[in-house]
């Protein structure tokens, strides 16, 4: 595309624009682990001239993936922003971690972003995670592009993975996916593969070169022409199918020439619009000193294809309290709006917000009003305050450059806002407001933690708060009734993640233990038991007794309390101390520690002592004629039971419902939801599904998403509660 002459924003006259939303292009890099996103961040660096060596900056540090963390794991476990500049435009590239777990950072780069560059390998194909992405980028129009890596692979074949992405990601309209270049490929070495050193342009029908290590333009061959007829009248097709000019085809189909002009005008407003999604290819230069092929192609393609963020519709927004607010527009002479996507934490400067700027202006110093959107079902606290912002900057690797603003469209690193967190709204603190909230998916595996010492324990508390304002995929719980601290997090990765940084970046060193399920206690059968509480050691003395009948109720009923005494046995101010007794004696469980439920107490005789009864006596009394009862009758222990949907592509939907009956589920019905996925309805035991975020990522490849609803407390087989009630009485 090195020949365009396109008249979308900031294709021409640049110069112009600069330091406006026209100059500014935001894109997110998705694809699976493994795909060689970070490979392709530095070699874009390298070829905008940004670095001179991929991935390496002036200190001698990463240029991405520069935390600990993802040393230590070889992956990226978090998002990354890398600006850099081509032909006046700035460029800011996020870079998002390919494992499902961290999939809370890539949604948020698809926040802060306007486009989608997906990156698949020619070698691994794609994944089933990739095209769930794409799914949910194409349900919202997000513009895309593909790009093929690992070209160097022995296995690599491009034709055959433009293919794949044209049946994958094309749908009904297969020809909106093609290739705009293909690869020229060398001499064939010893295991018979055939290297790729060029580009060949389908509609400037121009060679580009990069075996030198430098891109070098020249005429194509008599011999290499031929090559790509067929894949060039294909692309001139598709891009006219897109076309707005209708006369197009027509021209096209009676045998006039278009000009290759119109064309790249014509695909440049398609990609722009996201109806049309370009294939291009990319292999880092062996020695990382020198231009990646298909880099120059890549960063055409994102500032003369790609829109700029006033093209892009920002967020709804609301004030604080609901009401609606006129939408934003990209202006940086509008009130100011911005969202924090990402929170980190430095142990020099403190907590670093980076936020995306939908309208407005940002300068350091001044005060501005701090939104949050109160997901307390997370651990993450409502709040709304005014905030004095600290030192902008924009990062580049471990560095942070220093920035006099932040305009509409851009996005910066804003120091020392002590109370935002991830997917705040920052606005005028005259004229606060509230941007809706993009989607996360719940976190669904627990792990629960106690503190390894005592200096730890102190500790705990406030590195949990840090951790959970930086992700908001991680949900906190402090069980009641297990009395556990737990996080529930998306997968193991994840898991590791955060405890690694409660002790490396919080000073908190923590220990797993099982997680426990809460579960309940019931009668089986009715009962009945007198509480005697006589006690005379001199002085004032304690006398109560009661009677009391126990029957079962239906699941849900919690605990009835009958008062059927007769006579004034038990005195009217006492019959409320029994009722208390026997409600916390319920609350501390009857047979293994569980809260007792569905029950029905009957208190129905007792008797009292005109000097030494008392509320507390009365309130013991209730309580051992409670567990005098229990020890007498079959109790039932109840575990809970979640109804759990579980989506997964149509191959996968027979060994899911096998997987669930194994757990003791009982699917109730499966429906259709988009072509070729099926969502599976099961009611679950939640003992069973602990590591059912784990366990059906592997049975899916990846493909599989569930959800999970507390429906109600069941019996627990009698072998099973059993078990229990054997560690019980271990003390496990």
Known sequence: MSEKTSTR??????????????????????????????????????????????????????????DEIEHRQQRSVQLSLVPVDWGGVKINILDTPGYADFVGELRAGLRAADAALFVVSAADGVAGATRMVWDECAAVGTPRALVVTHLEASRADFDEMTELCRTTFGGENPDAVLPLYLPLYGTAGADGHSPVHGLIGLLSQRVFDYSSGERTERAPTADELPQIEEARNRLIEGIIAESEDESLMDRYLAGEEIDVKTLIGDL????????????????????????????????????????????????????????????????????????????????????????????????????????????????????????????????????????????????????????????????????????????????????????????????????????????????????????????????????????????????????????????????????????????????????????????????????????????????????PSVEKGVRAQAARGVAVGHPLVDIRVTLLDGKAHSVDSSDAAFQMAGALALREAAAEARIDLLEPFCEVSVMVPDDFVGPVMSDLSGRRGRVVGTEQSGAGRTVVRAEVPEIEIGRYAVDLRSLSHGSGRFSRVYLRHEPMPPQLAAKFREEAANGA
């Open 268 to 575: 440049e407003t398609a990609v722009a619009r996201g109806t049309f999604h370009p294939v291009l290819a990319a292999a880092p230069a062996p020695d990382g000193s020198k231009q990646g092929l298909g880099t120059v192609e890549l960063l055409e393609l994102i500032t003369g294809g790609f829109p700029t963020p006033a093209e892009r519709e920002a967020p709804a927004v609301t004030t604080p309290d609901g009401a609606p607010r006129p939408s934003l527009t990209c202006d940086p002479a509008g009130p100011l709006a911005a969202e924090v996507v990402k929170t980190s934490s430095d142990p020099y400067v403190g907590r670093i917000s980076l936020v995306r700027l939908f309208s407005g202006t940002l300068r350091p110093d001044e005060t501005v009003h701090v939104s949050g959107h109160g997901l307390q079902d997370r651990g993450h606290e409502d709040h709304d305050v005014d905030e004095r912002v600290g030192a902008l900057s924009v990062p580049f690797g471990k560095q942070q450059r220093p920035l006099s603003q932040a305009i509409a469209g851009d996005l910066a690193c804003v120091a020392k806002l002590s109370r935002a967190e991830t997917g705040d709204t920052l606005s005028d603190k005259d004229a606060p407001l509230l941007m809706e909230p993009w989607s996360m998916p719940d976190p669904l595996l627990p792990v629960a933690i106690q503190a390894h010492s005592k200096p730890d324990e102190d500790k705990l508390s406030q590195g949990l708060a840090r951790l959970v304002a930086e992700d908001p995929t991680m949900r906190l719980e402090h069980n009641q009734d297990t009395h556990q601290v737990v996080l529930w997090c998306l997968g193991e990765a994840h898991v590791d993640v955060a405890l690694e940084r409660l002790r490396s970046r919080y000073g908190v060193q923590v220990d797993t233990v099982p997680h426990k399920v809460p579960l309940r206690e019931t009668f089986g059968e009715a009962a009945a038991g007198r509480g005697r509480h006589v006690k005379q050691s001199g002085g004032h003395g304690q006398f109560a007794i009661c009677e009391i009948e126990i029957e079962p109720l239906p699941g849900g009923s919690g605990i009835e309390f009958v008062d059927k005494v007769v006579g004034g046995a038990v005195p009217r101010q006492f019959i």
């Open 9 to 66: 924003p900031g294709a021409a006259g640049r110069a112009s624009t600069a330091g406006q939303p026209t100059a500014l292009r935001n894109v997110v890099l998705v694809g699976h682990s493994g795909s060689g996103k970070t490979t392709l961040v530095e070699a874009l660096a390298l070829a905008s001239g940004a670095v001179n060596r991929a991935g390496r900056v002036e200190d001698g540090g990463c240029l991405s993936d520069y």
